[in-house]
């Protein structure tokens, strides 16, 4: 079955860390770049990082630069979100993608990260 599963979200106090992971399965993951996206209520859904297939290369929104790192371990399947001095206006549906150079795209279901004190 092919699909992405997201974990690690949850309830933070502002200034926190949180990691989110993403496990992929039934589909050749090494093949594919990978992003993190997120989607705040009333907004459109947005990049926020993403990764080639090999891990080589990074990208950030600007609006997450120096505190989000992406990161993948293509032995487990996995990708990750390291997302450090977090704010309110972090708080939002995180989710991950898989695109492959065919135009093949996977998307999980998202995991909800909230920024309160």
């Known amino acids: 079955q092919v699909q992405l599963v997201e974990s690690g979200g949850g309830l933070v106090q502002p200034g926190g860390s949180l990691r989110l992971s993403c496990a992929a399965s039934?589909?050749?993951?090494?093949?594919?770049?990978m992003s993190w996206h997120r989607q705040i209520p009333g907004k459109e859904r947005e990049l926020v990082a993403a990764i080639t297939s090999d891990g080589g290369s990074t990208n950030y929104a600007d609006f997450v630069k120096g505190r989000f790192t992406i990161s993948r371990d293509n032995a487990k399947n996995m990708v990750y979100l390291q997302m450090n001095s977090l704010k309110p206006e972090d708080t939002a549906v995180y989710s991950c993608q898989a695109d492959s150079e065919d135009a093949h795209h996977v998307w999980g279901r998202g995991t909800q990260v909230t920024v309160s004190s």
């Open positions: 039934g589909f050749p993951f090494s093949s594919y770049s």
